[in-house]
């Protein structure tokens, strides 16, 4: 059965080095794992608020994207930032017909700030609204902290997670 793994967490908490993290992973066992990252359809800017109506907008196209690809992969990694409940009904919804894992990626709030300034490419402000608004809080099949742990260690964690579910 074809798997999705969403990847649900603040701005700057390593969503996207963990999704190629396990595509890696996924390769090395012959698995082909394809990423859609909300970056890719989002516009990112310094200067612009990202607000949850521009999430939403572009939260079906994220959807179509991960169903299309899943028709030539065994699995899609989707690196989301999901700040309530309708966008994540949404990703629900259209996740149904798979195997879902829902991982929380998380980190504490003063390294999210210092990541995005470091990072920036980002309108100051976005990891710590993303962390406070993120949607929902808990409930995930798995919760991993990219805060002090090598890069590798939450891909193996969330690697190992999924691949018992297969």
């Known amino acids: 059965m ?5 990847l649900n967490g603040p701005s700057s908490s390593g969503k996207s080095t963990l999704s190629k993290t396990l ?4 390769k090395l066992n012959n698995k082909q794992y394809e990423i859609v990252s909300i970056d890719d359809f989002m ?3 310094t200067s612009e ?3 949850e109506d521009d999430v939403f907008e572009i939260s079906q196209d994220m959807c179509n994207a991960a ?3 899943l028709e030539k992969a065994e699995g899609v990694i989707v690196d989301h930032v999901i700040t309530s409940e309708r966008i994540f009904k949404q990703f629900i919804n259209m996740a149904k017909p798979y195997k879902l894992l829902t991982v929380h990626v998380t980190c504490p709030l003063d390294t999210l700030i210092k990541r ?3 990072r920036g490419n980002r309108c100051l402000g976005s990891s710590e609204s993303s962390y406070k608004y993120l949607y929902p809080k808990d409930g995930y099949d798995l919760t991993v ?11 193996l964690e969330v690697y190992k997670h999924a691949m018992s579910l297969l």
């Not at 595509?23 to 996924?26: A, G, N, S, T, V």
């Not at 902290?145 to 891909?155: C, N």
Request: hydrophobic letters at 40%; charged letters at 30%.
């Open 2 to 6: 074809k798997q999705i793994i969403l």
């Open 145 to 155: 902290d990219t805060h002090l742990l090598a890069k590798e260690e939450p891909g």
């Open 67 to 69: 169903i299309k690809l």
């Open 116 to 118: 995005e300034k470091e």
């Open 43 to 45: 516009k990112i800017s």
């Open 49 to 51: 608020t990202i607000y």
């Open 23 to 26: 595509q890696q992973l996924f």
